[in-house]
């Protein structure tokens, strides 16, 4: 029998796998790979005269566009930090330098 620790880990890995590939089917990839070789990019104003966000800027396609796959990556990530955070003040057991 599973414990109830490994019950949650699983659950809560089922969910976080589930919640990556919605939004990674939801996300509008469109034609990513349009040239062979690199391109340069071009140095404009983000913003219209009006104060609107044009959506050809790297900050619409960011947040607009690509939003759900940013927001599920920035959360993992923070988890992960947590995570480590955690695992590096964790007192050992078994030290027996005293």
């Known amino acids: 029998m599973m414990s109830k620790r490994t019950i949650y880990g699983v659950v809560t890995a089922v969910i976080v796998?589930?919640?990556?590939?919605?939004a990674v089917f939801a996300t509008g990839w469109?034609?990513?790979v349009a040239y062979d070789w690199p391109q340069s990019m071009p140095t404009f104003n983000p913003i219209d005269g009006s104060g609107?966000?044009?959506?050809?800027?790297?900050?619409y396609m960011m947040f607009e566009t690509y939003g759900p796959v940013v927001?599920?990556?920035a959360l993992i990530m923070f988890?992960?930090?947590?995570?480590a955070i955690c695992v590096a003040k964790e007192e050992v057991?078994?030290?027996?330098?005293?």
Not at 79 to 83: D, E, P, R, S, T
């Open 17 to 22: 796998l589930v919640a990556l590939t919605f």
């Open 93 to 98: 057991d078994d030290d027996d330098s005293n």
């Open 30 to 32: 469109g034609d990513l």
């Open 71 to 73: 927001a599920l990556l």
């Open 79 to 83: 988890g992960a930090m947590v995570g």
């Open 52 to 59: 609107n966000l044009l959506a050809g800027s790297l900050t």
